[in-house]
């Protein structure tokens, strides 16, 4: 156990439709990244928020966004799902002042998009 | 951009043998980090063992040592006395020591352990 949890653990969204994913971070840490995993492939980053603000964001369209909240609790938003959007989502916690190496992920989201 | 290759996309071994899984990156930088992270069928990433660029003795955790070449660019892991629970896609990471925590993994390595 990581201390980092995600809600939901499974999500069947709509071509079209929005969703919101949730991560929980472990506590004191106020940098959180999110992934998303293809299924049979490894993880690709999507953005990294510290201290409530975006300060890192990799190859994914605007449509996909995220907030951290006071609690450095995170949520990722995918407005106007594709079917390629169905994946793994994994968020990581981490604490730059305890060190530049852990991030330590919950177990996940798996969005399917039909 | 910085990009990692797995080559082995799976492998095998005898519970109690010694296993080698290979990882090569390309990068520009000279600080930055390398990882190993297991992820079981629970699907919850763990990190087995790391190593820091700037550091010469490569890095070990009990069973789990690697094998860093810098100028190769060749970061592969040995784990030891294989045991069946170390049965998992194993993923290469690749991280900068300069701006966002932002990890560049492999396409992994599942490994499955023989009784």
């Known amino acids: 156990e990581t201390g980092v949890t995600q809600s939901p653990t499974h999500l069947i969204k709509t071509r079209g439709q929005q969703v919101t994913l949730r991560c929980s971070s472990q506590?004191?840490?106020?940098?959180v990244s999110w992934y998303q995993q293809a299924l049979g492939q490894g993880p690709q980053f999507i953005f990294q928020y510290y201290r409530e603000e975006e300060n890192g964001r990799g190859n994914f369209p605007p449509r996909f966004s995220g907030l951290q909240f006071p609690n450095y609790s995170s949520e990722l938003n995918v407005n106007a799902l594709e079917l390629d959007d169905s994946a793994l989502y994994l968020c990581a916690s981490s604490h730059p002042g305890q060190g530049p190496f852990e991030q330590y992920f919950g177990p996940g989201t798996r969005l399917t998009v039909t | 951009a910085q990009t990692v290759t797995q080559s082995q996309p799976e492998m095998s071994v005898q519970e109690a043998e010694t296993v080698t899984l290979s990882c090569t990156y390309d990068t520009s930088e000279s600080d930055y980090y390398l990882f190993w992270y297991k992820q079981p069928p629970s699907r919850q990433m763990i990190l087995v063992i790391r190593?820091?660029?700037?550091?010469?003795q490569n890095a070990t955790e009990n069973r789990f040592s690697v094998n860093f070449q810098k100028a190769a660019k060749s970061f592969s892991l040995k784990i030891s006395d294989s045991q069946l629970g170390d049965a998992a896609m194993y993923f290469c990471a690749y991280r900068s020591a300069r701006g966002a925590q932002k990890l560049v993994f492999g396409q992994g390595t599942r490994l499955t352990i023989n009784p």
């Open positions: 190593q820091e660029a700037y550091k010469q």
């Open positions: 506590s004191g840490h106020n940098t």
